[in-house]
């Protein structure tokens, strides 16, 4: 099975993830600008409970039925959770150890991409939300 591995900036908190990632998404909506920081949120989708936080202290944010995790410590985003979908977690993409070898699979909330950053055309892109992550593809269990 495949582990993913990840930290947050100053290192204290740290996380695995195992199996197939079934989404990696690009957000460009305003949530994600504005809890990131950048023009837009690199996504891993993953299982809930394929991923494991072992070391550090989480601060949440809940809202709308939604919350993100951040590092009590130095502020960076680790992860993202939908009550709409309570069997996924989202992990940042660029607290990810191997973000590398993680390509987009597509761009959503286009509706909010700022009009000066270049995209991929050959990536798909959804003016809001793709389809469900658990259609993406399928988990190694």
């Not at 998404?25 to 993953?46: I, K």
């Not at 977690?89 to 991409?113: F, I, R, V």
Request: glycine letters at 8%; charged letters at 20%; a negative charge.
């Amino acid at each position: 099975m495949t582990t993913f591995t990840g930290h947050c900036l100053c290192g204290s908190v740290r996380y695995k993830a195992f199996g197939t990632p079934l989404n990696t998404s690009l957000c460009h909506c305003e949530d994600c600008r504005r809890a990131s920081g950048s023009p837009f949120q690199g996504w891993v989708f993953f299982p809930k409970t394929n991923i494991h936080i072992l070391s550090g202290d989480l601060r949440v944010h809940h809202y709308d039925g939604r919350e993100r995790t951040f590092c009590a410590a130095c502020g960076s985003p680790i992860s993202f959770f939908d009550s709409a979908y309570p069997d996924l977690m989202e992990l940042t993409l660029g607290t990810m150890d191997d973000a590398a070898s993680l390509k987009p699979d597509d761009y959503n909330w286009m509706a909010d991409h700022l009009p000066w950053l270049l995209i991929d055309h050959e990536i798909p892109q959804f003016t809001h939300n793709g389809p469900p992550p658990l259609l993406m593809k399928s988990t190694e269990q």
